[in-house]
């Protein structure tokens, strides 16, 4: 079988070779590095998003160097695709060395639900035990308080290129556009190097965009709304609520996404945070790929199965004490073990679809929270056996289910008008 031809702009790539090597020429050497970069910087950013190149290409331009992280991001998140197509990525080229380590900050993504810093990480040394322990973020003096998350892509002992993403639990106002990250890096070797790279937004930032649904959803009797909306460059978020009167408790929503009128889908975040709130407490907001830059006359919700188990019966009731099993559902028949501090349940391979049970929320006798500290999980040929650590306590607690494969309703469709 043939392979199919690949679009290639040759005469475009010979001219732009042309093009730089002209310039080149008339440029000072010390100049000569500044000058290519920035032009194969900008021919990239063209090729490999504005006219939608093959995936043949885009890996090529994924090796060169401030391209890697975002080449990534964009192929698993439709959103940050459109974000560049629609020239809102911001691209900073801010640079600075310390101890044989340089820092650039490559480019930054910012509306009011969150921010993406894209940087890479160069080196005379061997950077395998180089860590980055966290990333400060400052809007004037005043430090962002936000959830941080850090993308890791040290394919190469001395070059990092990677994205440190913040989600912020309230809208942010932009009171300022002057902003500077620090970077706490630790290495085994030289110890703390820290960055400071301050930087200036020029974009307008977008606002976000909120459609009223008020969409109540019954499912067997179970009944939930999904309240609104609310769709930004970074994400789109749907806010949903719980019917108190619910007889079971519902435990997630499974594929959940949003197709739009061409036929593509949106998805949840794959990398990142994809859920918000507790389940439990009525209220949570679900985060898919965004779909900002479209302007839909309707949005329809696919939500693949709803899961949910019969409310009282969400939990497993173990004593740390004795190290037992004190209480169970009756349909759940996985074998249960509790070892000083932790509790193991091994789940037949077939049983559970790929899906954790998630058993990180627990309450003790008094009512108060026994904290999760850590969680593993190993396979063998037959069992998925997930293993969850808490705090040091030896007295019961009540260890919640956070998912069980138990489908009320399957493959449920929504269109909801974009107002």
Known sequence: MSKLPIDVPKKKLQQVRMDMYRKVQREKRTKKRIVSVAIVSLFCLSLLFSIRVSPTIASHVAKIPGFEALVTAVSIDKGIQDIVDNEYYEEIN???????????LQGVIADHTGFVLFYDADSSFDI???????VQLFQGDDEMECGCTFLANADHQTHISSLVEYNFSEPIAYTSKDFKAVFHFNDKDKGNIEFTIPFTLQKEIAQEKIITANRTVNVDGQKFTITQIRRSPLKMALDIEIDEENTMQILSLDDIGVVMQSGERRESIKNGISKSGNIRDGKFTLYLQSDYFHDPDSLSIIIGAVQAVPKGEDFIEVDFGRNEVLTKPDY???????????????????????????????????????????????????????????????????????YYSNPIGKNIELMIPVQ
């Open 94 to 104: 801010a640079m600075q060395s310390k101890n044989g380590l340089s820092i650039t």
């Open 128 to 134: 395998s035990k180089l860590y980055l322990e966290d």
């Open 332 to 402: 759940f028949d996985w074998d249960i073990s509790v070892t000083h501090q932790s509790v193991s349940v091994a789940v037949n391979k077939g049983d559970n679809q790929g899906r954790l049970l998630m058993l990180h929320e627990a309450v003790k006798e008094d009512g108060t929270t026994l904290e999760h500290t850590s969680s593993k999980v190993s396979r063998d040929e037959q069992y998925v056996v997930e293993t969850t650590q808490f705090q040091n306590y030896d007295g019961k607690a009540k260890i919640y289910l956070n």
